[in-house]
Nanobody, 121 residues
Framework: VQLQAFGGGLVQTGGSLRLSCAASGRTFSDCTVGWFRQAPGKVREFVAAISRSSVTYYGASVKGRFTISRDSAKNTAYLQMNSLRPEDTAVYYC????????????????WGQGTQVTVSN
């Protein structure tokens, strides 16, 4: 599975962005898809994940503000980000794994290249 994340950009505090993760490969619909982020000088952080049956799980810092979804017909997963804050600034990565939702990045086999999200004050 090859992944490509896009949709990042510069937004003001309180604004919204939608990230997309486009996948190639016939097994994408069987995969759990996760979003992770990494800010400069910080460790990689779990953001959200969605299983093949669309069970979702969110990190505590984004719960209630971000929504993960997928469209298996389009081989694409999405991360809708609302009420953005400066602390959401990071490079966002999508990843995929076979198996259940997992918050540990090392358990994901496939990674996209990342897209920058910057939230200004």
């Amino acid at each position: 599975v090859q992944l490509q994340a896009f949709g990042g950009g510069l937004v003001q505090t309180g604004g919204s962005l939608r990230l997309s993760c486009a996948a190639s490969g016939r097994t994408f619909s069987d995969c759990t898809v996760g979003w992770f982020r990494q800010a400069p000088g910080k460790v990689r952080e779990f953001v959200a994940a969605i299983s093949r049956s669309s069970v979702t799980y969110y990190g505590a810092s984004v719960k209630g503000r971000f929504t993960i979804s997928r469209d298996s017909a389009k081989n694409t997963a999405y991360l809708q980000m609302n009420s953005l804050r400066p602390e959401d600034t990071a490079v966002y990565y999508c990843a995929a794994r076979s198996g259940a939702v997992d918050t540990t990045g090392d358990r994901y086999n496939y990674w996209g290249q990342g897209t920058q999200v910057t939230v200004s004050n």
